[in-house]
């Protein structure tokens, strides 16, 4: 039924969609449509495919394309993760940990997830760790304006963790034989368009949360 319902929006789409003009070039819009394509969101793909295959129907590549998204369309793939998308469309003005444990950051994660939605998203975090690693190993993090995803990201490489997305919850698994995090560590680099805020004293508390 869902790609039946897929096929009915590209075309549809298809037929709404303006012809190319000289700044939208077959070029262009193919390059997109290649873009689209690798980030499995193959019914939106094909909409760019077969508009440029409308323009120049001998471009053999947009073809192949075209048919390599009805495949898959057919066989109903698309994004492995929909969690994980979901996620990084959740925005968190601000995250201030300063040796938090970990299972302390889950849950403040998750809580923020489903205020910042207003109850819509819940987050389940499934830690394989010891309880003696959930409440020992310590998170220092500092960022501001980060998607929900990239946060976990954070949070599994300071306490050295395999973050893995699930249907429905978030592994976090330490990695075998690995150390603690140290408490003093501190964030990757953020990624462009984040906003780290300008590090301050250390509290003495074991957490503290915005």
């Not at 996620?87 to 299972?103: C, H, Q, T, V, Y």
């Not at 990201?153 to 395999?162: A, D, H, I, T």
Request: aromatic fraction near 8%; charge should be neutral.
């Amino acid at each position: 039924m869902k790609t039946i319902l897929a096929l009915l929006f590209s075309v549809s789409t298809l037929l709404l969609a303006p012809p190319l003009s000289a700044q939208n070039s077959a070029q262009d819009v193919y390059n997109q449509g290649v873009a689209l394509f690798n980030e499995e969101r193959y019914d939106e793909a094909l909409i760019l495919f077969e508009q440029v295959l409308r323009a120049k129907p001998n471009f053999v590549y947009a073809r192949n394309y075209a048919a390599r998204c009805k495949a898959a369309m057919a066989q109903n793939l698309g994004p492995k993760n929909d969690l994980q998308g979901r996620l990084s469309r959740i925005i968190i003005p601000e995250i201030a940990f300063a040796d938090a444990p970990i299972g302390d950051t889950l849950d403040y994660l998750a809580s923020r997830a489903q205020e910042i939605t207003k109850g819509e998203t819940t987050v389940n975090f499934i830690y394989k760790g010891t309880p003696e690693q959930r409440s020992g190993t310590l998170i220092t993090l500092s960022l501001r304006n980060v998607p929900l995803s990239e946060a976990i990201k954070y949070v599994g490489e300071l306490s050295r963790s395999k973050v893995k997305y699930e249907p429905h919850a978030v592994v976090i698994d330490p990695t075998p034989g690995a150390e603690p995090a140290p408490a003093a560590g501190t964030a990757p680099a953020p990624a462009p368009g984040f906003a780290a805020p300008t590090p301050t004293t250390t509290p003495t508390s074991k957490s503290t949360f915005p």
